[in-house]
Each structure stands twice: as C-alpha cells, then as structure tokens.
C-alpha cells in the first residue's frame, strides 16, 4: 500500500507551532494524504514534512502566516488555496478549529460555508492513494 500522508506527530508539530488543534476530519485528511488537488481548482495544504521540505514547501504554517492574506480575519485558519486567490478556511476559537469549511473570498472578504466537508475531502485523497497504487501496479505488471 502507498502511504502519501503524514503520522500523527508531524499534525501535533504544526499544531503546535500554530497553537491550535486542527478538526478531526482535517487530520483524517493528512494521514492519507498530505497535499491533494480538489476539483475545482483546490489545492489543500499539507502539513510540513522534513523528510519532503520541497513537496510541502507552501505549507499550513507558512500559509497562515508568511503567506498569509493580510485582510483575512484571525480568526481564520486557511485550508485550502484556489485558482482564483480565494481560500478554503476553517474558524478557529482560541486553540479550537471547527468542523466545518468555509469559502472566504479575497476580493469581498465574505465567508460562507463550502459545498462540501471534510468527508468528501477525504473520499478525494483516498481515490488519490488508489490511483497512484493502480499506476504502480501497471507499470510492475
């Protein structure tokens, strides 16, 4: 099996270092992929991997602060860039982040909520890790 994500203290060293608790669907996301290309234009932000630091360059800390929008709210934790410059965020309460997935656009500084969540995030990334294990397969076979 392709293992694309990332363990469960790599998550805890970018909580950390942004002082928060990601959702659990976010986390359930990074084990089986870290980084994925969504319909629509999506790009999700993995989580910063030693081991990768040129595949995970424009990670969530870099993108939440360096990187971040300056007219985006603080209480905002970007997820998720689109073609457009508009971001997919999550809402953050202090150490807490929700569940849910907001759209926030750059030019209105509007949010609302995204189409989609967490569980149809992570139905993308594993279709990604069964697509890559089919190429491996074929040019093995």
């Known amino acids: 099996m392709v293992h694309l994500g990332v363990d469960d203290e790599m998550i805890q060293e970018a909580e950390n270092a942004m002082g928060l608790h990601f959702p659990e669907g976010l986390r359930a996301v990074w084990r089986v992929s870290n980084g994925l290309e969504l319909p629509g234009g999506w790009r999700l932000f993995p989580v910063f991997d030693p081991k990768e630091p040129r595949k995970t360059c424009n990670h969530i800390g870099y993108e939440n602060t360096k990187g971040r929008w300056p007219s985006m709210d603080e209480s905002l934790v970007s997820i998720a860039a689109g073609d457009t410059g508009n971001q997919l965020v999550i809402k953050r309460d202090g150490?807490?982040?929700?569940?849910?997935?907001?759209?926030?656009?750059?030019?209105?500084?509007?949010?609302?909520?995204?189409?989609k969540g967490f569980d149809y995030v992570q139905t993308k990334a594993q279709a990604r890790v069964l697509k890559i294990e089919k190429q491996i397969a074929n040019r093995i076979g």
């Open 95 to 115: 150490e807490v982040c929700e569940e849910t997935i907001l759209h926030w656009n750059h030019e209105t500084n509007k949010i609302k909520k995204w189409g």
